[in-house]
């Protein structure tokens, strides 16, 4: 049923899909309610990546950050094997709120911060020297690389079934996106964070999801929002070559 709908959204046949997603979101967002305590839900991480693409397709820094931070929180919620990789992301938002502080028109798009930073000279395109603040350019596309595990990530798990381990969906998609940016030492910390991630049915909870169907949708339009945000990105920093920025 759902793959059928996904299919006709392909076709182009778009308004059932969105007329069939709308009153099924609205249904999770009607569910949420009962998991107001907790503190992270995907449809603010949902809101935050759909809110952060503007009119004209860029990215708005304030809510691309704050897309960001639901997701330290969701790392928070599973406990302190994740907090190397929360405190780590962590550091790089606040080196992004620093920038954006007191210089909110510079930084108010990435589109923007990309052009001030150039136009000064501010994006070290060889190695940064250890006393100076890493550029934003080079910040945000450390968040966009990870940001591509996520889309897969998410997929996966949209995808996946209850006999699926989570740890391994999360271990795939770190090797196709992210691992080769990391370094030895990171990549055997990764490792055995994976090891320590819940059950399927456990993290669906976090997620504040209840059944399949609905687990698809939120997940699966999560991973689609964020493919969204994931492609314009790297066309900026494509363009500009700053694809490797060490
Ligand atoms: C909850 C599962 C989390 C799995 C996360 C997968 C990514 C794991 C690798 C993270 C390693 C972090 C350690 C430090 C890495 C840095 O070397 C490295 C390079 O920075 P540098 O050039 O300044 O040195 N930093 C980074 O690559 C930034 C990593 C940011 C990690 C963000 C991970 C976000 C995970 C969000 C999970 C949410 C799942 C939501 C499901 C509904």
Redesign the pocket.
């Known amino acids: 049923m759902w793959s059928m709908k996904e299919r006709n959204l392909e076709d182009g046949k778009d308004k059932e899909m969105i007329t069939v997603k709308a009153v099924t979101l609205e249904q999770h967002v009607e569910y949420t309610r009962q998991c107001e305590g907790k503190d992270f839900q ?1 449809t603010r ?1 949902l809101g935050a990546f759909r809110s952060c693409i503007s009119e004209n397709g860029h990215i708005l820094l304030k809510e691309y950050l704050s897309g960001w931070e639901e ?1 330290i929180k ?2 928070d919620s ?1 406990g302190m094997v ?1 907090g ?2 929360s405190q ?2 962590t550091t ?1 938002i606040n080196i992004m709120r620093g920038h954006l502080t007191g210089n909110s028109d510079e930084y108010h798009t990435l589109q923007s911060m990309v052009r001030y930073e150039l136009d000064r000279g501010l994006v070290n395109f060889k190695e940064l020297p250890q006393d100076q603040v ?1 550029s934003g350019c080079r910040t945000l596309l ?2 966009h ?2 940001l591509k ?2 889309q897969l ?2 997929y996966k ?1 949209s995808t996946s079934t209850s006999q699926d381990n989570t740890g391994e969906l ?1 271990a795939l998609a ?1 090797e196709k996106a ?1 691992a080769h ?3 030895w030492f ?1 990549r055997q ?2 490792a055995l ?2 090891l320590a ?1 819940p059950p399927r049915r456990e ?1 669906l909870q976090v ?1 504040c999801v209840r059944e399949e169907e609905e687990a698809q949708l939120v ?1 699966s339009t ?1 991973a689609k929002a964020i493919v969204r945000v994931y492609n314009l990105t790297q066309d900026v920093y494509e363009a500009y070559g700053m694809l490797e920025l060490p």
């Open positions: 995907i991480l997701l969701f790392m599973l994740f190397f990789i780590e992301t790089k890493p450390r968040l690389r990870a595990w996520l990530f998410l798990l999360c770190y992210l940016h990391h370094s990171v910390a990764a964070a994976f991630m993290l997620i997940l999560a």
